[in-house]
Antibody, heavy 125, light 106 residues
Framework: EVQLVDSGGGLVQPGGSLRLSCAAS????????MNWVRQAPGKGLEWVSY????????YYADSVKGRFTISRDNARNSLYLQMNSLRAEDTGVYYC??????????????????WGQGTTVTVSS | SYELTQSLSVSVALGQTARITCGGN??????VHWYRQKPGQAPVLLMY???NRPSGIPERFSGSNSGNTATLTISRAQAGDEADYYC?????????FGAGTKVSVL
């Protein structure tokens, strides 16, 4: 079964740090670009960060640039999000989501077709 | 940065057709993806590249993209279609989501 499992959320004080993880199974993780997407309580979806298969392309939303770092370990089938200098407005559910697949050097786009169940981050004193 | 405009809410009678729009400047030049999210659940991909349904998505769902508006159409609406619907496009180095449309089935 194709699956993403998010973990690492919790309660943290403003200015603190957290590291989120996303464990992939059921597919060749290294063939897929990945994203983090978040959702503040009662709000819509907000894209946070993207990482390509080989980590050569990494992008961030302006709201997290300089504070968050996305990374991946293809040998461990895992995606990470290191979050530093956390603010109250970073509170929400964080989802990892699968993106384009790279086959034979070509990218194929099918939207974010697999999502983790989400992990909750609460930034509060 | 690119912006997507969605109506806040859409109501549809049971068995009728709902149309959810996503506005953006010359959006027809972009690939639009659509997601459905029910309360307490992760989003689910409904439509990719304007009008392609992933495996498992019923034919009742269809998509189109022309001019400045992309549209997700739900035919023969069911009670289970009540959810938030989001459109999405890629803009150079970032993904952009619309604010979401809440669909109510009456």
């Amino acid at each position: 079964e194709v699956q993403l499992v998010d973990s690492g959320g919790g309660l943290v004080q403003p200015g603190g740090s957290l590291r989120l993880s996303c464990a992939a199974s059921g597919f060749t993780f290294s063939d897929y670009a990945m994203n983090w997407v978040r959702q503040a309580p009662g709000k819509g979806l907000e894209w946070v960060s993207y990482i390509s298969t080989s980590m050569t392309d990494i992008y961030y939303a302006d709201s997290v640039k300089g504070r968050f770092t996305i990374s991946r370990d293809n040998a461990r089938n895992s995606l990470y999000l290191q979050m530093n200098s956390l603010r109250a407005e970073d509170t929400g559910v964080y989802y990892c989501a699968r993106d384009e697949v790279v086959v034979g050097g070509r990218s194929y786009f099918y939207g974010m077709d697999v999502w983790g169940q989400g992990t909750t981050v609460t930034v509060s004193s | 940065s690119y912006e997507l405009t969605q109506s806040l809410s859409v109501s549809v009678a049971l068995g009728q057709t709902a149309r959810i729009t996503c506005g953006g400047n010359n959006i027809e030049k972009r690939n639009v993806h659509w997601y459905r999210q029910k309360p307490g659940q992760a989003p689910v991909l409904l439509m990719y590249r304007d009008n392609n349904r992933p495996s498992g998505i019923p034919e009742r769902f269809s998509g189109s993209n022309s001019g400045n508006t992309a549209t997700l159409t739900i035919s023969r609406a069911q009670a289970g279609d009540e959810a938030d619907y989001y459109c999405q496009v890629w803009d150079s180095t970032s993904w952009v989501f619309g604010a979401g449309t809440k669909v109510s089935v009456l």
